[in-house]
C-alpha cells in the first residue's frame, strides 16, 4: 500500500503543538499592570488577535472584513430589478401584439389595440388581465411566457434558494414536484410540532427532494433555519421598497403562487417559520444603494447576507453586558469569512478555557482573577525586560550564571534535590550510577564509554551558605503616580524585583510595602491586579515603620531599602493610628519621617530614593535624605524605573 504526505488543508493542523497561553497572558500583562481588569485584558487581546507562529485574525479584524463585505453587497444593485424585468418584458409584448394588429383594418382589431390602451398601470393587474388574452402574435404570446416562467423563477428562487435553476426550463412535471415538496415539507413541519418527527423522517424527505436544497442540511432544525432566514429576507425585500412598489411586487408574487398552486402550502409554510424564528427581522428595511437592478432571488440572497452580516457584526463587537464568544454564531462566520476565519474564532475561544485549565486565570463569582502562578509569570516577563534593556557591562553584568549560588565548596556531598542550584558532584554521581547498576556501554570506535544515570543517582557539591538580604521595596500608591502615567511602571518594577529574589536570590526576604495614606504590606499575588488610591496623602513615615519591622525580624540579614515616589511626604501616622494630610507638608511629616530614616542608618541599612518627578520640594527632601543615611538619589524615566531599580539592587547584592 503506497502512502502520500502532504499539507494538511481541513483546518488547522491537527499535530500542530498546542497555543503557547504563556505568551498570551504576557500580553495581557501590559494592560493590567496599566490597571486594566484581567476581564477588560483578556477582551482587548482577543479584539488584537493572537501573537505568535500562528498568527490568528482578532475580532477587530474580522469586524472590519464583516463591514467591508457589508459595504460591499450593499453597493451592488437596486431590489426592483424583477419588477423591471417584468415592466420591460410586458411591455415588449404588448409592443409585439400592436405590430401585429395595426396593420388589420378590422374592428376586432381596433377594439383588442382599446383593450391594450386601457390595461391599468400596475404592473401585476396588467398581467392578470393579460393572462385570459388571447394573443395575435406568436412573437408577443412566447414573450407574455417568458414573463411568466420569469416571475415563477424568481418567486420560488425568494423563498427556495435551488428552484431558479430547476424550473430553468418550463416542465410540468418539474413544478407539480416542487408542488409535492411543499405538500410534504409542510406535513414534517405539523408532525414535528405535535412531536412525532424522526431523524428518518428527514432523511427520507431529503433523499427524494436534496436536489432542491444546495445547502444540504442535515436535519429539520437547519432546514427550517435556512428557510426562515430566506424568508425573513424576502419581507425584508418588500419593507425596503417604496409603498408602490412594496404593492405592485407583492401582487405580482400572489398572483404567480395563485397561478402555480402553490398560494395555501406557501402560507402554511410562511406562519411555520414564523412561529419558528420570530427573533428574525422580518419586516426591518435594509436600503441598497447600488446601480444595477437585482432579480428578486439576487435581491434577497443579497439582504439574507446583509442580515447574516448584521447579527454577526453585533457578536463580534462584543460591546454589550454579559458579552461571550459563544455568542458568535460559526456558521454565520464561515458563510461569511470562510472557513479560516472560523478556525481563528475556535482559537480565540480556546485562549480563555486554556488560560484557565493551566492554572493563571481563575473564575470567582463570575469573574476572572490572576492566580499566583500568573503573578509569578507576569514578574518573569518583567524581569526579562529589564534585563534585555540593560547595557551589557554598563553596570556590571547583571544576568549571572552563579547568582543566587550559595557560596564556597565545603568538599562534602549530598543527594539532588529538586531546585537545588549547587553544582554537580560529577564524580560521586557516576560512581553512584555504577554501584545502582547503572550498565557502562563501550565505545570502542570512539574510544569513550558512558554510564546510564538515574535521578537517585545525582549528587550536588555542598557549599557554604551565601549571605541573605532583608529586602524592602517601596511603592507610592498615591494618585499623582496615575496622573503622572508612572503607574504600570512601578507595579512592573515591582513584579521585577520580587522574581529576581524568587529566582535568583531564594534565601533573601523580600517585602514590598505600599504607601499613599497609609502604608501597607503588598503580597505578591495582588501586585499585578492592584490600583492606585484616590486619596490625599505620601505617608513614607508609615512605610518605613513598616519596613524597619521587617528589618529587625531578620536582625542577620544584610538590609536593602528602596523607595520609589514621585512626591514628597505629606502624610504621618499619629499616635492614635489615624493618618495626618497637609500639604505643603507640615513641620511634624517631615520630622517624624526623617526620624525613620535616621533608624534605618542605625539599621545600617542604606536607602535609595528613584525619584519618578523632577518637583523641587521633592529634591530637598530627598537630598536631605540621602545626607542623613548615605544612601543615593535616582531619576529616571518611568520606562527606565525597572532597569535602575533592578541594577541598584544586584550592585548592592555583589557589595555585600
Not at 421598497?241 to 411586487?249: A, D, G, I, Y
Not at 547583571?398 to 557560596?407: L, T
Not at 489615624?578 to 526620624?595: D, K, N, V
Not at 530614593?609 to 538619589?633: H, Q, S, T
Request: aromatic share 6%; glycine share 6%; with cysteine.
Amino acid at each position: 500500500m503506497a502512502f502520500r504526505y502532504g499539507e494538511y488543508h481541513d483546518g488547522p493542523d491537527p499535530l500542530a503543538p498546542p497555543y503557547d497561553v504563556r505568551a498570551a497572558l504576557d500580553e495581557m500583562g501590559d494592560a493590567i499592570l496599566s490597571g486594566s481588569t484581567p476581564v477588560h485584558a483578556l477582551r482587548d487581546l482577543l479584539k488584537r488577535g493572537l501573537p505568535g507562529a500562528q498568527d490568528r485574525r482578532g475580532l477587530d479584524d474580522m469586524l472590519r472584513e464583516v463591514r467591508r463585505r457589508r459595504r460591499d453587497l450593499r453597493e451592488r444593485g437596486r431590489l426592483d430589478g424583477t419588477l423591471e424585468k417584468a415592466r420591460a418584458l410586458l411591455d415588449k409584448a404588448i409592443g409585439q401584439e400592436r405590430a401585429e394588429l395595426f396593420p388589420d383594418p378590422s374592428d376586432d382589431a381596433r377594439l383588442r389595440e382599446a383593450g391594450l390602451d386601457a390595461l391599468p398601470e400596475d404592473t401585476a393587474s396588467a398581467i392578470q388581465e393579460l393572462n385570459t388574452y388571447e394573443w395575435r402574435s406568436s412573437a408577443a404570446r412566447q414573450t407574455f411566457e417568458e414573463l411568466r416562467d420569469l416571475l415563477r423563477r424568481e418567486v420560488l428562487d425568494s423563498q427556495f434558494r435551488g428552484l431558479r435553476d430547476a424550473l430553468a426550463n418550463p416542465d410540468p412535471e418539474a413544478m407539480e414536484r416542487v408542488r409535492q415538496m411543499m405538500s410534504d415539507l409542510n406535513d414534517m413541519l405539523d408532525k414535528d410540532a405535535r412531536g412525532q418527527h424522526t431523524q428518518a423522517d428527514f432523511d427520507a424527505f431529503m433523499s427524494k427532494y436534496g436536489d432542491l436544497f444546495p445547502e444540504k442540511p442535515r436535519n429539520l432544525e437547519e432546514l427550517v433555519d435556512i428557510l426562515a432566514r430566506r424568508a425573513a429576507a424576502t419581507q425584508r425585500m418588500l419593507a425596503s421598497m417604496t409603498p408602490r412598489q412594496r404593492e405592485e411586487l407583492g401582487n405580482l408574487i400572489n398572483q404567480t403562487l395563485d397561478q402555480a398552486g402553490l398560494s395555501d402550502q406557501m402560507r402554511r409554510l410562511g406562519e411555520a417559520l414564523y412561529s419558528r424564528r420570530p427573533d428574525l427581522a422580518w419586516n426591518a428595511p435594509e436600503r441598497l444603494t447600488g446601480e444595477e437592478p437585482l432579480g428578486m432571488g439576487d435581491a434577497v440572497t443579497a439582504l439574507e447576507e446583509l442580515a447574516d452580516l448584521t447579527q454577526l457584526e453585533t457578536a463580534l463587537r462584543q460591546d454589550y453586558p454579559g458579552a461571550r464568544l459563544d455568542d458568535i454564531d460559526e456558521a454565520a462566520v464561515r458563510r461569511a469569512l470562510g472557513r479560516s476565519a472560523v478556525d481563528d474564532l475556535e482559537a480565540l475561544k480556546r485562549i480563555e478555557r486554556e488560560l484557565e485549565d493551566q492554572g493563571y486565570l481563575l473564575r470567582r463569582r463570575g469573574k476572572l482573577e490572576l492566580t499566583p502562578k500568573a503573578v509569578r509569570r507576569l514578574g518573569e516577563t518583567a524581569l526579562r525586560r529589564v534585563f534585555a534593556s540593560l547595557d551589557a557591562g554598563r553596570r556590571g553584568d547583571h544576568d549571572q550564571r552563579d547568582a543566587g549560588s550559595a557560596g564556597e565548596l565545603t568538599g562534602s556531598s549530598r543527594p539532588w534535590r529538586f531546585g537545588d542550584e549547587q553544582p554537580i558532584d560529577v564524580v560521586r554521581t557516576l560512581v553512584n550510577g555504577v554501584r545502582s547498576g547503572g550498565t557502562i556501554l563501550d565505545r570502542p570506535a570512539s574510544g569513550r564509554a558512558s554510564v546510564r544515570l538515574s535521578v537517585d543517582d545525582f549528587e550536588v557539591a555542598e557549599t557554604e551558605r551565601r549571605s541573605a538580604a532583608a529586602v524592602c521595596l517601596l511603592v507610592d500608591l498615591s494618585y499623582s503616580m496615575a496622573l503622572r502615567g508612572t503607574w504600570a511602571a512601578a507595579k512592573q518594577t515591582a513584579l521585577a524585583l520580587q522574581a529576581l529574589v524568587a529566582s535568583k536570590f531564594p534565601q533573601d526576604a523580600v517585602q514590598i510595602i505600599g504607601f499613599s495614606n497609609y502604608a501597607r504590606v503588598l503580597q505578591p499575588d495582588e501586585l499585578a491586579g492592584l490600583d492606585w488610591d484616590m486619596v490625599q496623602g505620601t505617608n513614607l513615615h508609615h512605610a518605613l515603620l513598616i519596613a524597619g519591622r521587617h528589618l529587625d525580624r531578620h536582625p542577620d540579614f544584610e538590609p536593602v531599602v528602596l523607595v520609589v515616589t514621585d512626591g514628597e511626604p505629606t502624610a504621618h501616622l499619629m499616635r492614635n493610628g489615624r493618618s495626618a494630610f497637609e500639604w505643603p507638608p507640615s513641620h511634624e511629616t517631615l520630622e517624624l519621617t526623617l526620624a525613620e530614616v535616621d533608624k534605618m542608618t542605625r539599621r545600617r541599612a542604606t536607602l535609595n530614593i528613584f525619584m519618578l518627578a523632577a518637583d523641587d520640594r521633592l529634591k530637598e527632601f530627598v537630598d536631605e535624605v540621602a545626607r542623613r543615611n548615605g544612601g543615593r538619589v535616582f531619576s529616571p524615566s518611568a520606562e527606565r524605573l525597572g532597569e535602575y531599580v533592578v541594577s541598584d539592587f544586584l550592585r548592592l547584592r555583589r557589595a555585600r
